[in-house]
């Protein structure tokens, strides 16, 4: 079975620090990885990994792939309160649906002024 | 705004009652998603429907009941619900398996 596996489970800290999260995936065929922020409501897709050692970036958000690794990281530079939300990490199930997607517990991240 | 509408925002109902959440997307999208998120808990995918077909059924209680007339509308049809589907549900698109998901905003449901 699939597994995702988000680490650390939360993290406090203040404006303008830097923050790293971190996303291990278990699965037999890699596809692809997914992180998300969940706010007070709908998680919004923030990228999409699917080549190992590319940095997709945007704004003060970048994530990298380890394919090797089945692992991913994503940071966040000079955070923001506005950065407080629960960080979603996902992956297509390997069993062959493209439908299908396994979810992290996630990060909750607080950003204390 | 998402482009997927979920609605209602919140819905309190007693164990006997019957209900339906409804989800729209905007997005031009060829499958809608049903999760349910509990505390502490993973997204669990509850049912995919792609070009009004289902794909996926997660081994849902049959309490549980999905419905999609079309592509751009989505149904979760409740009934004699247990209290522990108290949970936040979430509607999703995407224009294919492999492209992202995009989620409304979700229904908040407590059962008494």
């Known amino acids: 079975e699939d597994k995702v596996v988000q680490s650390p489970l939360s993290l406090v800290v203040h404006e303008g620090d830097t923050v790293t999260l971190n996303c291990s995936y278990e699965v037999t065929n890699f596809r692809s990885l997914l992180w998300y922020k969940q706010e007070k409501k709908a998680p919004t897709f923030l990228f999409m990994l699917?080549?190992?050692?590319i940095e997709k970036k945007s704004g003060r958000l970048s994530s990298i792939l380890d394919k090797k690794e089945l692992s991913s990281i994503l940071n966040i530079t000079a955070t923001q309160t506005g950065d407080s939300a629960i960080y979603l990490c996902?992956?297509?199930?390997?069993?062959?649906?493209?439908?299908?997607?396994?979810f992290g517990k996630g990060t909750l991240l607080t950003v204390n002024p | 705004e998402t482009g997927v509408t979920q609605t209602p925002r919140h819905l309190v109902m007693g164990m006997t009652n019957k209900k339906s959440l409804k989800c729209e997307q905007h997005l031009g999208h060829n499958a809608m998603y049903w999760y349910k998120q509990s505390a502490k808990k993973p997204l669990e995918l509850m049912f995919v429907y792609s070009l009004e077909e289902r794909v996926e059924n997660n081994s849902v209680p049959s309490r549980f009941s999905p419905e999609c007339p079309n592509s751009s509308h989505l149904f979760l049809h409740l009934h004699t619900l247990q209290p522990e589907d108290s949970a936040l549900y979430l509607c999703?698109?995407?224009?294919?398996?492999?492209?992202?998901?995009?989620f409304g905003d979700g229904t908040r449901l407590s059962i008494l």
């Open positions: 996902a992956g297509p199930n390997s069993g062959g649906s493209n439908y299908k997607l396994t």
């Open positions: 699917t080549s190992s050692g």
């Open positions: 999703a698109s995407s224009q294919t398996g492999s492209q992202p998901q995009h």
